[in-house]
Antibody, heavy 118, light 110 residues
Framework: QLVQSGAEVKKPGAAVKVSCEVS????????MHWVRQSPGKGPEWMGL????????IFAEKFQGRVTLIADTSADTVHMELNSLAGEDTAMYYC?????????????WGQGTMVTVSS | QSALTQPASVSGSPGQSITISCTGT?????????VSWYQQYPDSAPQVIVY???KRPSGVSNRFSGSKSGNTASLTISGLLPDDECHYYC??????????FGGGTKLTVL
């Protein structure tokens, strides 16, 4: 099970941090992906983290603007997105991957709505 | 990485079969067998219905089937039901170890 933190409202230029707490499996066994979905649009893959090694891979679009951190003491992955703009208004999801990079993601968190507005 | 190409909409009558295509390149769909299909209802998270091109998670109806030829993956839904009406998205692993989604297809059951 993946449980995400609550909705956020941020001003342009600010940063937002979304958390995803996992339960029911060994935290370090599987990759964790992050996907966002803007209102009325399709999902967009942002990146992933290997919770055991802390290594990350990001979509080119988000390179340098998003940070993923795995807190193994709390079985939680944190996603931070900075320099927010209106286009970042979206539902943000964590999604559980597999043991390899090529495994898809089949369990999703409930989503965290991030609204960017002045 | 450009989004995979899906038709914006498809439609069919109850009981009929429809196929949704998902076209990419040799760097994603054509180069890997890690293609998934997701079903999404309004105000809900996407749910996987096909993974690794043709495999179905337990509990998913065998009315849903996946296939791939070259750079194009396909999702076929047979015996259409009114409840199948929602959005469908494909997703593929890429040669840069990233993932890319399709733009989505709205299925209407007439």
């Amino acid at each position: 099970q993946l449980v995400q933190s609550g909705a956020e409202v941020k001003k342009p230029g600010a940063a937002v941090k979304v958390s995803c707490e996992v339960s029911g499996y060994k935290f370090t066994d599987y990759f964790m992906h992050w996907v966002r979905q803007s209102p009325g649009k399709g999902p967009e893959w942002m990146g992933l983290i290997d919770p055991e090694e802390g290594e990350t891979i990001f979509a080119e679009k988000f390179q340098g603007r998003v940070t993923l951190i795995a807190d193994t003491s709390a079985d939680t992955v944190h996603m931070e997105l900075n320099s927010l703009a209106g286009e970042d208004t979206a539902m943000y999801y964590c999604a559980l991957g597999g043991a390899t990079l090529m495994d898809g993601f089949d369990i999703w968190g409930q989503g965290t709505m991030v609204t960017v507005s002045s | 990485q450009s989004a995979l190409t899906q038709p914006a909409s498809v439609s069919g009558s109850p009981g009929q079969s429809i196929t949704i295509s998902c076209t990419g390149t040799s760097s994603d769909v054509g180069g890997h067998d890690s293609v998934s299909w997701y079903q999404q209802y309004p105000d809900s998270a996407p749910q996987v219905i096909v993974y690794d091109v043709y495999k179905r998670p337990s509990g998913v109806s065998n009315r849903f089937s996946g296939s791939k030829s070259g750079n194009t993956a396909s999702l076929t839904i047979s015996g259409l039901l009114p409840d199948d009406e929602c959005h469908y998205y494909c997703c593929s692993y890429t040669s840069t170890s990233t993932w890319v989604f399709g733009g989505g297809t709205k299925l209407t059951v007439l």
